[in-house]
């Protein structure tokens, strides 16, 4: 991997904790592995829950003074570490790629979307602003300050090993808080790349820890039961999620959750079919359908439904599977066999239920964890896929008849994080995004992330949003002062 690079002091194999790059205390180690070969790229410490809670104690010390610092002087901290992770884009994408399997263009796209989130906090740092409220009686002076919560934990998945750190800990330090993340195992290298690159930026020792570990439970509870820990940020399933959350509750801590999605994707009778074709091949596979903000669900209306999937088949098949790190690859490997084994089980349980396949529906030449782009007609409500997130290349399509009818569709999941649909009439364009109960509506567009705005799901996709003005208030406390004078 070193080889490939142009600064290959960005491969790091020891954790960061409170400015310190070390090995577990016991030696121990966990592999990482590079889903489109299966070698090992590296081995990275594997911490015990004890050494997690001496990470917790110096994020705690750091916190009080990188607390006291201007909005300024954090800004400007920022803003240099968004300036090396985009000076170093290449570096980081490829590194994401050899743990991820990504494409290198999405990759680089995760880069810069990451980095994006840092620019953006290291700005909204200078501007967190309280008020002045007219007082209830003729001698009281009320003032509302924000303040940062104090030390924030993270947990993020290996689906986006840089940008779902960076839309936490941006907010976090834009703040005032420390920060300390347990990446996932599977992709530690990109997160150990961003401390490479924050501790040149100048963070201070302890403000920002990469707590490398493979035992997310111990950590987890870690985070959940130590009095220091005042905030606890989480990207996952909504499965882990429901566990951090009755786990935080006995110490009442605040906690954002990014949790799972089953997003439905609409295509009515008046869309522009070519639009539509080109929105969901984008919005369902990519990062080979292993985001929570894929379509899981795409419903077509019976008007259009032979000739979108006639399109759909066409858009799909020329898709070029292959190894992310090679040039012109579309699809790179699912990130390990167990990914595999879930897209199988949703297309048997498909097929059982009279879905049909029209293209795919087995592995890939290639063979290890490399899957054809699929996709079924004649879906239905029963089916799994109706119900649970694929988190794989395989696009089921249901056929309907009205609105009405696909917007209840639509809403009958326990998830609500992103929705699209496609369509050109007006009032159908807005019945329709005000109908969906979700948190993020793609209209007449598959792709819907970007630092600017508010990202994040209601029903059981989470708590809290990441991106915008509203993301840092995440990590902020009102403070309300009544003064007698
Ligand atoms: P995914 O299917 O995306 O891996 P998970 O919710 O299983 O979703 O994992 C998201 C993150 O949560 C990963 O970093 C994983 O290691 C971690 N994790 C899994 N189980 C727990 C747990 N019980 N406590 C804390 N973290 C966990």
């Given at each position: 991997l070193k080889s490939l690079l142009s600064n290959p002091d960005l491969v790091m194999d020891k954790a960061y904790i409170n400015g310190q790059w070390v090995d577990a205390r016991n030696g121990a180690t966990f592999d990482v592995v590079n889903?489109?070969?299966?070698?090992?790229?590296a081995k990275i410490p594997d911490l015990s829950r004890e050494e997690t809670g001496e990470v917790i104690d110096a994020a705690y010390k750091a916190q009080k003074d990188w607390a006291k610092k201007t909005g300024k002087d954090r800004a400007k901290i920022l803003r240099k570490w968004f300036d090396l992770m985009m000076a170093n884009q290449e570096d980081l994408a490829i590194i994401m790629t050899a743990e991820q399997g990504k494409p290198l263009a999405e990759s680089r796209g995760e880069i810069a979307y990451g980095a994006s989130f840092v620019e953006w906090f290291g700005e909204e740092a200078k501007r967190v602003y309280g008020e002045t409220i007219p007082g209830h009686m003729a001698d009281k002076r009320i003032t509302v300050i924000k303040q940062p919560i104090g030390v924030a934990a993270g947990i993020t998945p290996w689906n986006f090993p840089n940008a779902m750190i960076a839309r936490k800990v941006a907010p976090a330090l834009a703040a005032g808080c420390s920060f300390v993340i347990r990446p996932a195992s599977q992709t530690p290298l990109s997160a150990l790349a961003m401390a490479k690159l924050g501790e040149e930026a100048?963070?201070?020792?302890?403000?920002f820890s990469v707590v490398t570990s493979e035992d997310a439970s111990g950590v987890g509870k870690e985070f959940c039961e130590?009095?220091?820990?005042r905030k606890l940020t989480f990207t996952g399933s909504t499965e882990v999620g429901r566990i951090l959350l009755r786990q935080a509750a006995d110490q009442v801590m605040k906690c954002s959750m990014e949790l799972g999605g089953n997003a439905p994707f609409i295509v009515f009778d008046d869309a522009d079919i070519d639009e539509a074709v080109k929105g969901a091949i984008a919005c369902k596979f990519r990062n080979n359908g292993q985001t929570?903000?894929?379509?899981n669900r795409i419903y077509v209306q019976d008007g259009v439904y032979d000739a979108f999937s006639a399109k759909l088949k066409e858009a799909v098949e020329a898709l070029k599977v292959g190894d992310?790190?090679?040039?012109?690859?579309?699809l790179g490997p699912l990130i390990e066999p167990k990914a595999i084994d879930k897209v199988k089980d949703h297309l048997a349980d498909a097929l059982s239920k009279g879905g049909k396949v029209l293209t795919g529906g087995e592995m890939a030449?290639?063979?290890?964890?490399f899957f054809l782009p699929t996709i079924i007609c004649?879906?239905?409500?029963?089916?799994?896929v109706a119900r649970e997130?694929?988190?794989?290349?395989f696009a089921p399509l249901f056929r309907f008849k009205d609105e009405d009818e696909v917007i209840e569709m639509a809403n009958d999941t326990i998830f609500g994080l992103a929705s699209y649909f496609y369509a050109k009439d007006l009032s159908r364009v807005i019945k329709v995004q005000e109908a969906l109960e979700y948190g993020i509506v793609g209209v007449n567009t598959g792709i819907i992330s970007t630092e600017v705005a508010p990202f994040g799901g209601v029903k059981q996709s989470g708590l809290g949003r990441e991106g915008?003005?509203?993301?840092i208030e995440d990590y902020l406390e009102l403070k309300y002062i009544c003064t007698n004078v």
């Open positions: 889903p489109a070969r299966g070698d090992v790229i100048g963070i201070p020792a302890g403000v130590n009095p220091k820990v929570c903000v894929c379509a992310g790190l090679s040039e012109g690859t579309d030449p290639e063979g290890g964890q004649d879906a239905t409500q029963d089916m799994k997130e694929t988190f794989g290349p915008s003005h509203h993301g």
